[in-house]
């Protein structure tokens, strides 16, 4: 008995050490070196102290900032440990209450789809560009800017599609808000 429990230890031991261990570090290893800021959360720093991803969003909601698309997570938005959609179908009455309930609030005429509907994470960074249009009289009054300025902005902050065909044009609502604070700090 003994000689048929052996090879199958032997070989679990193994596989342990390599599929377990070996593997993951070399990984690791590989990607820390080739890729370090994305291995690492592509995480954006401020004098040393991270504040935040250029993968997850930030609930921004002072009328200064621009702000994400609506967060999915719940009770706390852009909650990366709760990440998930709603999934409401498009004729649930809670989902079209709620998206009627945003477009009225944000003027009720011409609403970019992703200014009213969450992300299927309920984590996005990015808006797209007619979000962050939409979004610059409220930003420059309360930041004292001229509106040209604040769309400048908006067009250099703005992303193409990846290789120019995956996707659409988009707007990381982090950076965008860290480049508006250099622009011109926050009044207080």
Do not use: C, H
């Amino acid at each position: 008995m003994l000689n048929q429990i052996r090879p199958a230890l032997v070989l679990t031991a193994l596989m342990i050490l390599l599929l377990g261990i070996a593997y993951p570090l070399a990984i690791t290893g590989a990607s820390q070196a080739a890729l370090p800021y994305q291995a690492n959360g592509s995480r954006i720093e401020r004098d040393g102290t991270v504040i935040g991803s250029t993968l997850i969003g930030q609930n921004f909601t002072g009328p200064s900032y621009f702000w994400p698309r609506p967060s999915a997570t719940a009770p706390d938005p852009y909650n990366a440990a709760a990440s998930s959609g709603s999934n409401y179908g498009p004729t649930d009455k809670r989902l079209v209450d709620r998206v009627a309930d945003a477009t009225q609030q944000l003027g009720g005429r011409n609403v970019p789809a992703d200014a009213v509907t969450t992300s299927a994470s309920g984590l996005d960074p990015d808006i797209t560009p007619a979000n962050a249009r939409m979004q610059v009289a409220r930003v420059a009054d309360a930041r004292g800017l001229e509106p040209g300025r604040v769309e400048d902005l908006i067009a250099s902050m703005t992303q193409s599609p990846v290789l120019g065909i995956f996707g659409e044009p988009r707007v990381n609502v982090l950076a965008l808000n860290l480049a508006l604070n250099d622009m011109a700090p926050e009044a207080r």
